[in-house]
């Protein structure tokens, strides 16, 4: 009987080279609440390089030079950027074009023939993302914190910024965004009776369609804001994360429902979607798949037009309706 003869099989050593060869950075893991919680967040140091300078915040205009505020008679149909000098408000105009529409210019908000018009939806629109701003920057201080947020912060340079949402059912989980707050789908107690089980299978889904969307809105695993051990805690949950977590989505619920969805009248139709509404926020809007927008960047203190007046800014009154009417008004709010 002749011996059987071993020979090496190319393919599988140059799949070997291959491997050993093309070996990826390890995935770092920092903590983020308390030990042996397995509370931590995962991220390819590779990846998050590449997505820093993509999300990386303009440098700041000269500062504007030493001047007293002017006085509101000096310009025409001027309701938000109020109690500025000349100098810093011609500079947070020109900061504000090159954040939003820097092909366009001034004219993708004003009419040329007369800036002071307000002919142009995209000038009543902006108005409104002025106010919001201001809201956001006041408002929510537990949420942005110092960073503050700008116009670029969503609009990254585009005149749309690139995470938007509309309707499109009623189960549709981004309504958690709007008018839906249940997404508590596990219990403190096991074998729950039927009396008691509110949850479902649909329930579950919506939830962590939600879970996911927040995930990757904020480019970070699941817990960097929960305990993997215990979901339903907040006394362990990402060392403070799932708070921040709890106020941003109360942030975003409250600017859509106050700020976007009262402009469903001003939207012309190539802006709306497809079942007639207007576009509105989510996580990803300002995060663009970063953990902290533009990862932190103070933008907002360069600019003291983007920061809160000394009256509230709810003061303002809601942009004057045109005279095209929705064709169904429940579909600002979804029921």
Known sequence: MSATTLRPVPALGLLVALALGCERPPVDTIQTGYRGTATETNFNPRLLAKSMAEHRAPAPLPPAPPQDPAPDSTW?????????????????????????????????????????????????????????????NQEYQPHVAATGVTCYTCHAGNNVPANLWFYTGVNQPLRHYLDR???????????????????????????????????????????????????????????????????????????????????????????LGPHGDGPKLECATCHQGAYKPLYGAKMAKD???????????????????????????????GH
């Open 181 to 271: 707050e249940d997404v508590r789908v596990q219990s403190h107690v096991a074998l729950k009776s039927e009396d008691t089980n509110h949850t479902s299978i649909k329930q579950t889904e919506y939830t962590y369609s939600l879970m996911l969307n927040i995930s990757k809105g904020l480019g970070v695993n699941c817990t960097f804001c929960h305990n993997s051990r215990q979901w339903f805690t907040w006394q362990a949950a990402g060392g403070g994360n799932r708070l921040i977590a709890l106020r941003g989505i109360r942030m975003v619920r409250d600017l859509n429902s106050n700020y976007l969805v009262p402009l469903q009248p001003t939207w012309p139709a190539n802006r």
């Open 76 to 136: 025409k149909n001027v309701q938000v950027l109020k109690g500025l000098s000349v100098n810093e408000f011609n500079r947070t105009m020109i900061a504000m074009t090159n954040w939003v529409a820097p092909k366009q210019g001034c004219i993708y908000c004003h009419n040329p023939a007369n800036f002071a018009s307000d002919s142009l939806y995209t000038k009543v629109v902006a108005r409104r993302m002025l106010q919001m701003t201001h809201h956001i």
């Open 303 to 333: 600019y003291p037009g983007l920061m809160p007046p000394p009256a509230s800014a709810d003061s303002y009154a809601a942009p004057p309706p045109t005279s095209r009417t929705p064709e169904d008004v429940s579909l600002l709010t």
